[in-house]
């Protein structure tokens, strides 16, 4: 598998459950595999990137989301450098060869009545109507950005884990680039004239990419962010421009509900050996394996849901978006 790299300063984020406590940021030389061009692999050998060819002023290399046909060890050494893999998690995806009417057959019928529910309420608060756009194309780049970015900033992505829509010129213009390619999908749902949700999906090789979702917490309870997912849904299979939607390396449940297929993908840092290397990678393992036993803990004595609504919104709730 030979990789274009991309060269970018990758923050290695340290979580405490959703709590990001601080990130640290590498100079890295990236690439990210595309779900079509995901194949098996068994044993991930990286030793041949050898760490004579780890260009002066990067740190090393990393690989986002590629297949492993097996779990890999979490840490490897090789002569001059480290293989770290913090995350190995089922990439979910839809197939989007299928209509909207066969892609529904995938839920229970409880499920689809709780789905169609949901929008008649917020419905009856909305004039009686769903109010919702799709982006695309320069023009469609633009309006998009001039909505999302603003409510990004009010979501929990954005202010507990620094991971909302990229507020800067170098986001905008690459947008803007994407429009003219017809290269990404924007989806908003509003109440009334009000942005509350939206979707900011790019395109690769025919797949549609699941990368920024986000919503007003005001209307949390009134599960904007299902809403508009589902009618997007709607409209990328009754578009029929692309072969799969592609969650990204997504773990939530609402996505593991969504998805139609997954297959096992790792994020691989490969390192330049170096004592603050080596600390970096340490203190990254240690937070993130008190982090997995906590959420354990947490979730055998039944209070991981609770904990999550409290760590996202500073209150507990009845129901999330």
């Known amino acids: 598998m030979k990789f274009a790299w991309k060269p970018e300063r990758v923050p290695l984020k340290f979580l405490l459950g959703e709590r990001r406590l601080f990130a640290f940021e590498l100079p890295l030389k990236t690439y990210s595999i595309g779900l079509m061009e995901m194949l098996p692999v068994t044993n991930l050998d990286l030793s041949a990137m050898s760490v004579e060819k780890i260009d002066p002023g990067y740190s090393g290399y990393m690989i986002r989301r590629i297949p492993i046909a097996d779990r890999q060890p979490t840490l490897r050494s090789y002569p001059g450098f480290v293989c770290y893999i913090p995350t190995q998690d089922p990439r979910y995806y839809i197939d989007l060869r299928q209509s909207f009417a066969e892609y529904q057959r995938k839920f229970s019928a409880k499920t689809r009545a709780t789905i169609r529910r949901k929008i008649r309420r917020f419905g009856g608060i909305s004039g009686g109507e769903i109010c919702w756009k799709v982006y695309k194309g320069a023009e469609g780049a633009e309006e998009f950005y001039a909505l999302a970015a603003p409510l990004s900033e009010k979501t929990y992505q954005h202010k507990r884990l620094g991971a909302g829509l990229p507020r800067s010129n170098d986001f905008l213009s690459r947008l803007r680039e994407l429009g003219t390619e017809d290269g990404f999908r924007g989806y908003m749902l509003f109440h009334f004239k009000q942005p509350v949700a939206y979707l900011y999906c790019p395109a690769r090789d025919g797949v549609l990419e699941y990368q920024h979702l986000g919503y007003d917490p005001v209307y949390r309870l009134w ?30 449940d609402q996505i593991r509900l969504f998805a139609t297929q997954s297959t096992l993908s790792a994020n691989v840092f490969l390192l330049r050996r170096s004592f603050t290397n080596m600390t970096l990678i340490q203190a990254h393992r240690i937070i993130s394996l008190l982090s997995m036993k906590g959420g354990r803990v947490l979730e055998r004595l039944g209070l991981k849901v609770r904990v999550r609504k409290l760590i996202r919104f500073g209150r507990l709730g009845s129901s999330v978006a």
């Open 223 to 252: 599960s904007v962010g299902t809403i508009l997912l589902w009618h997007a849904l709607e409209h990328i299979h009754n578009e029929g421009c692309f072969k799969m939607f592609d969650f990204a390396g997504g773990q939530t």
